[in-house]
């Protein structure tokens, strides 16, 4: 359980990450924001409390390892490994121009910290199935913690390397499904329903639980539970947009213009409560 003073510490990662992604935006125009911030939460508890990683030595054979198969959501991982010094903030106000080092869907090659290539969806639940399987036979001591959307969940191949992965019993994978309840076309029950991811994955042989994904204390609770038999499964219930208001409630937020009035006023409010936790 999370003391007081690094319950603290993380939620202000969260909030100077969800800054670096505005600006990342901002500084392009417009962007990916909803689905962004919807995983904020889940990545500061992962690298403010959970993975091993070395900012300095991001191919470390041991490393625990993060894979965004919803790649639109790279901006969230960028402001992140920014943050926590795996490249100079600076690069952030080069997000998916020409000769970037940071384009619009992660890509291994290109960025420092991204472990896998991702972008057309579903692609990067196999991805992540074969690496957390290779750590194990290689007898490795990490963990592969696996980004994969509701509506990218529509693909076929989601479910191949779900039934996979529990066959294989690839124990040091944690699935994470964000639950924000929106996909490009609108609400997924609209779409094609989903029905009850955890019950889902349960069927398909994983350890499944729901929690609330913005939520920093029961993140960490989930993220550290290490599974002894089965893959663990998290269903993060998340706000699209969530940290900003005007985002949240904005119902076509998958992708945003972002004007220099929105980001002064989202940026000014995210300083205020970091500087209240301080």
Excluded at 164 to 175: C, E, G, R, S
Aim: proline share 4%.
């Amino acid at each position: 359980m999370l003391d007081e003073k690094q319950r603290t510490e993380l939620k202000k990662l969260a909030l100077e990450i969800r800054i670096a992604e505005i600006e990342a935006i901002h500084s392009l125009g417009a962007g990916h924001v909803g689905g962004s911030l919807s995983i904020t939460d889940a990545l500061a508890v992962l690298y403010g409390a959970i993975m091993k990683y070395d900012p300095k030595d991001p191919q470390a054979e041991d490393r625990d390892k993060v894979v965004c198969s919803k790649g639109h959501a790279g901006p969230a991982l960028y402001a992140t490994l920014a943050v926590k010094g795996f490249f100079p903030y600076e690069m952030l106000s080069t997000l998916n121009r020409p000769g970037t080092h940071l384009p619009s869907h992660c890509d291994k090659l290109l960025t420092p910290g991204i472990d896998a290539t991702t972008g057309s969806l579903g692609q990067g639940t196999s991805q992540a199935v074969g690496m957390a399987l290779g750590d194990k036979l290689k007898g490795l001591d990490c963990r592969t913690f696996l980004f994969v959307g509701d509506g990218e969940a529509n693909e076929g191949q989601v479910w191949e390397a779900a039934m996979f992965a529990a066959a294989k019993k690839v124990t040091n994978l944690v699935w994470m499904i964000d639950d924000n309840k929106k996909q490009l076309d609108g609400r997924t029950k609209s779409v094609l329903e989903p029905f009850d991811f955890r019950e889902k994955m349960e069927a398909f042989g994983f350890d499944a639980v729901r929690i609330d994904g913005n939520d920093i204390d029961a993140l960490y609770e989930a993220l550290s539970v290490r599974a002894k038999d089965k893959p663990r499964a998290i269903i993060l219930d998340t706000v699209k947009g969530a940290g900003i208001k005007d985002i949240e409630e904005t119902e076509a937020n998958h992708s945003l213009p972002i004007s220099d009035e929105q980001y002064e006023k989202w940026t000014s409010g995210l300083r205020a409560e970091l500087a209240e936790l301080d």
